[in-house]
């Protein structure tokens, strides 16, 4: 089974600075994906970055960033220059590479304010 | 490119009542999921279509609910004799991709309050 655990509820942070958000996971398979989405108020979850348990290099998209630490099981977010329209819940979310896998494990998120 | 719709985005229903819920992928995606999402928590799998085929279901799915995908286009999820349990955010998904980068696009969801 999987578990993914985010310590942080809320943050807060002031507009243009980076931000990072936490996520450890469990898991006793040897190759997994984790995912980060997006969820604004208006409810859908928005992709926002992959990373695989076999990349030997951190994945980038645009202005996030994953910090991936395998022996520590983390796989944190970075959100450079943050902006107004990064407010939003963020969720932490992995699945086994397995034949025949296909659900993601969520874990409960965190709210991401970000102040002008 | 319209997007995952789903309808309604809110049901209010009474303990005992059926309810529907209905889903539009995007239209060239082959693969839908549905997900249960509750207060200050992450989403749940419910369950996951191929085409028109059901491949998996949860645990959580249980005989009360049910899940369609007559023609692998739209799909509908049931719910009978609701309980003041199943008040959540019912989350659709769909993808045309396999494979560990899956992307997942998901609709707004349906929020059902169960009094």
């Known amino acids: 089974a999987q578990k993914i655990t985010q310590t942080q509820p809320g943050m807060f942070v002031q507009e243009k600075e980076a931000v990072t958000l936490d996520c450890t996971y469990d898991?006793?398979?040897?190759?997994?994906?984790l995912f980060w989405y997006k969820q604004p108020s208006s409810g859908e979850m928005i992709f926002l970055i992959y990373?695989?348990?076999?990349?030997?290099q951190n994945a980038t998209e645009g202005r996030y960033s994953l910090n991936f630490q395998k022996a520590r099981k983390s796989a944190n977010l970075v959100i450079s220059a943050s902006q107004l329209g990064d407010s939003a819940m963020y969720f932490c979310?992995?699945?086994?590479?397995?034949?025949?896998?296909?659900?993601?494990?969520f874990g409960q998120g965190t709210r991401l304010t970000i102040n002008p | 490119d319209t997007g995952v719709s789903q309808d309604p985005r809110h049901k209010i229903t009474k303990r005992g009542q059926n309810v529907t819920f209905r889903c539009d992928p995007i239209?060239?995606?082959?693969?839908l999921y549905w997900y249960r999402q509750t207060l200050g928590q992450g989403p749940e799998f419910l369950t996951y279509?191929?085409?028109?085929?059901?491949?998996?279901k949860s645990r959580l799915l249980s005989d009360r609910f049910s899940a369609e995908r007559p023609k692998g286009s739209f799909s509908t999820l049931e719910i009978q004799r609701t309980e003041q349990g199943d008040s959540a955010m019912y989350l659709c998904?769909?993808?045309?991709?396999?494979?560990?980068?899956?992307?997942?696009?998901f609709g707004s969801g349906t929020q059902l309050s169960v009094l």
């Open positions: 898991t006793s398979d040897q190759s997994y994906g």
């Open positions: 239209s060239e995606h082959n693969r």
């Open positions: 990373q695989g348990s076999y990349d030997e």
């Open positions: 979310a992995m699945k086994p590479i397995i034949q025949g896998a296909q659900k993601l494990v």
């Open positions: 998904a769909s993808s045309s991709e396999t494979g560990s980068r899956e992307k997942l696009f």
């Open positions: 279509f191929q085409n028109e085929a059901q491949l998996e």
